[in-house]
Protein backbone atom coordinates (compact mmCIF):
# COMPACT_ATOMS: atom_id res chain seq x y z
CA UNK A 1 0.00 0.00 0.00
CA UNK A 2 1.67 3.17 -0.95
CA UNK A 3 1.25 6.81 1.09
CA UNK A 4 1.21 8.75 -1.91
CA UNK A 5 -2.40 7.91 -2.99
CA UNK A 6 -3.96 8.45 0.11
CA UNK A 7 -2.35 11.35 1.40
CA UNK A 8 -2.67 13.40 -2.02
CA UNK A 9 -6.30 12.29 -2.53
CA UNK A 10 -8.72 9.83 -3.16
CA UNK A 11 -7.31 9.23 -6.68
CA UNK A 12 -10.01 10.82 -9.03
CA UNK A 13 -8.33 13.72 -7.35
CA UNK A 14 -6.16 15.80 -10.12
CA UNK A 15 -2.21 14.95 -9.55
CA UNK A 16 -0.42 17.11 -7.58
CA UNK A 17 2.52 16.44 -10.71
CA UNK A 18 0.20 17.58 -13.25
CA UNK A 19 1.63 20.44 -15.13
CA UNK A 20 -2.05 21.23 -16.21
CA UNK A 21 -3.40 21.33 -12.54
CA UNK A 22 -3.81 24.75 -10.37
CA UNK A 23 -5.96 22.88 -7.65
CA UNK A 24 -5.16 24.33 -4.57
CA UNK A 25 -4.08 21.43 -2.71
CA UNK A 26 -5.67 21.13 1.12
CA UNK A 27 -2.52 19.25 3.01
CA UNK A 28 -5.12 17.93 5.96
CA UNK A 29 -7.92 16.54 4.02
CA UNK A 30 -9.59 13.58 5.29
CA UNK A 31 -7.75 14.14 8.33
CA UNK A 32 -9.83 13.81 12.05
CA UNK A 33 -9.37 16.24 13.00
CA UNK A 34 -11.01 17.55 10.03
CA UNK A 35 -14.44 17.10 11.14
CA UNK A 36 -13.91 19.07 14.01
CA UNK A 37 -14.65 22.32 11.71
CA UNK A 38 -18.66 21.39 12.26
CA UNK A 39 -17.97 22.33 16.34
CA UNK A 40 -16.79 25.69 14.92
CA UNK A 41 -18.45 28.93 15.32
CA UNK A 42 -20.43 30.18 11.91
CA UNK A 43 -18.61 32.81 11.45
CA UNK A 44 -15.33 30.64 11.13
CA UNK A 45 -16.88 28.01 9.08
CA UNK A 46 -17.87 30.39 6.44
CA UNK A 47 -14.31 29.93 4.93
CA UNK A 48 -13.40 26.62 5.36
CA UNK A 49 -14.36 25.90 1.64
CA UNK A 50 -11.54 26.61 -0.46
CA UNK A 51 -11.27 23.89 -2.88
CA UNK A 52 -14.49 21.26 -2.53
CA UNK A 53 -16.05 21.26 -5.74
CA UNK A 54 -14.90 17.74 -7.59
CA UNK A 55 -13.90 18.00 -10.88
CA UNK A 56 -13.19 15.43 -13.67
CA UNK A 57 -11.45 16.35 -16.68
CA UNK A 58 -11.25 14.04 -20.20
CA UNK A 59 -9.98 14.55 -23.30
CA UNK A 60 -11.56 13.38 -26.04
CA UNK A 61 -10.67 13.63 -29.87
CA UNK A 62 -12.64 16.94 -29.96
CA UNK A 63 -12.68 18.43 -27.34
CA UNK A 64 -11.66 18.50 -23.21
CA UNK A 65 -14.80 18.05 -20.72
CA UNK A 66 -14.79 18.94 -17.79
CA UNK A 67 -17.54 17.97 -15.09
CA UNK A 68 -18.16 19.86 -11.70
CA UNK A 69 -20.48 18.55 -9.27
CA UNK A 70 -22.18 21.76 -7.69
CA UNK A 71 -24.92 20.27 -6.13
CA UNK A 72 -27.86 22.86 -5.27
CA UNK A 73 -26.33 25.62 -6.81
CA UNK A 74 -28.18 27.62 -9.98
CA UNK A 75 -26.52 28.40 -12.71
CA UNK A 76 -26.08 31.84 -11.61
CA UNK A 77 -24.17 31.28 -8.58
CA UNK A 78 -21.28 29.71 -10.50
CA UNK A 79 -18.93 31.45 -13.23
CA UNK A 80 -16.70 29.64 -16.00
CA UNK A 81 -14.32 32.12 -17.44
CA UNK A 82 -10.82 32.08 -19.40
CA UNK A 83 -8.22 34.00 -18.21
CA UNK A 84 -4.75 35.12 -19.35
CA UNK A 85 -5.60 33.18 -22.59
CA UNK A 86 -5.02 29.76 -21.52
CA UNK A 87 -6.69 29.23 -18.01
CA UNK A 88 -9.82 27.81 -17.43
CA UNK A 89 -11.14 28.96 -13.77
CA UNK A 90 -14.74 27.84 -12.60
CA UNK A 91 -15.69 29.57 -9.49
CA UNK A 92 -18.84 30.08 -7.04
CA UNK A 93 -19.91 30.80 -3.29
CA UNK A 94 -22.77 28.18 -1.90
CA UNK A 95 -24.80 30.60 0.31
CA UNK A 96 -24.64 29.13 4.13
CA UNK A 97 -28.26 28.56 5.73
CA UNK A 98 -29.41 31.01 7.55
CA UNK A 99 -29.41 30.97 11.58
CA UNK A 100 -32.16 31.28 13.91
CA UNK A 101 -31.94 31.42 17.46
CA UNK A 102 -33.50 29.02 18.47
CA UNK A 103 -32.02 26.61 16.40
CA UNK A 104 -29.18 23.68 17.83
CA UNK A 105 -27.78 22.45 15.30
CA UNK A 106 -26.82 18.19 15.42
CA UNK A 107 -24.65 18.02 12.55
CA UNK A 108 -22.99 20.24 10.07
CA UNK A 109 -21.30 18.48 7.13
CA UNK A 110 -22.99 20.25 4.08
CA UNK A 111 -20.20 23.20 3.00
CA UNK A 112 -20.73 26.56 2.60
CA UNK A 113 -18.30 29.48 1.15
CA UNK A 114 -16.86 30.25 -1.70
CA UNK A 115 -15.04 27.41 -4.05
CA UNK A 116 -12.18 27.96 -6.85
CA UNK A 117 -10.40 25.70 -9.82
CA UNK A 118 -8.40 26.48 -12.14
CA UNK A 119 -6.59 24.96 -14.88
CA UNK A 120 -4.35 25.85 -17.50
CA UNK A 121 -5.97 24.77 -21.35
CA UNK A 122 -3.21 23.17 -23.55
CA UNK A 123 -2.44 24.94 -26.89
CA UNK A 124 -4.61 23.31 -29.09
CA UNK A 125 -8.09 24.24 -26.84
CA UNK A 126 -10.59 26.90 -29.27
CA UNK A 127 -10.79 29.85 -26.14
CA UNK A 128 -13.60 31.41 -28.30
CA UNK A 129 -15.72 28.46 -28.42
CA UNK A 130 -16.37 27.41 -24.57
CA UNK A 131 -19.66 26.47 -23.49
CA UNK A 132 -20.79 25.44 -20.38
CA UNK A 133 -24.28 24.03 -19.49
CA UNK A 134 -25.64 22.81 -16.00
CA UNK A 135 -27.91 20.05 -15.28
CA UNK A 136 -29.31 17.99 -12.42
CA UNK A 137 -26.31 19.56 -10.15
CA UNK A 138 -23.48 18.89 -12.79
CA UNK A 139 -21.94 21.54 -14.77
CA UNK A 140 -19.83 20.27 -17.86
CA UNK A 141 -18.11 22.96 -19.50
CA UNK A 142 -16.68 21.89 -22.79
CA UNK A 143 -13.46 23.45 -24.44
CA UNK A 144 -13.04 22.63 -28.05
CA UNK A 145 -10.01 20.84 -29.45
CA UNK A 146 -8.26 22.88 -32.96
CA UNK A 147 -7.90 20.15 -35.48
CA UNK A 148 -4.11 18.62 -35.57
CA UNK A 149 -3.35 19.00 -39.30
CA UNK A 150 -1.23 15.91 -40.34
CA UNK A 151 2.30 17.14 -42.04
CA UNK A 152 2.17 16.24 -45.91
CA UNK A 153 4.74 13.90 -47.06
CA UNK A 154 6.11 14.20 -50.70
CA UNK A 155 7.91 11.73 -52.19
CA UNK A 156 10.71 13.01 -53.77
CA UNK A 157 12.17 11.10 -56.68
CA UNK A 158 16.02 9.68 -56.98
CA UNK A 159 17.47 10.21 -59.57
CA UNK A 160 20.42 8.26 -61.42
Given at each position: ?????????N?????????F????????????????????????????V?????????????A??????????????????????S??Q?????????E?K??R?????????????????????????????????V???T??K???????V???????
Open positions: MSLIPSFFGGRRSNVFDPSLDIWDPFEGFPFSSAVANLPSSARETTVANARIDWKETPEHLFKVDVPGLKKEEVKVEVEDGILISGERSKEKENDWHRVERSSGKFIRRFRLPENAKLEEVKAAMENGLTVVPEEVKKPEKAIDISG
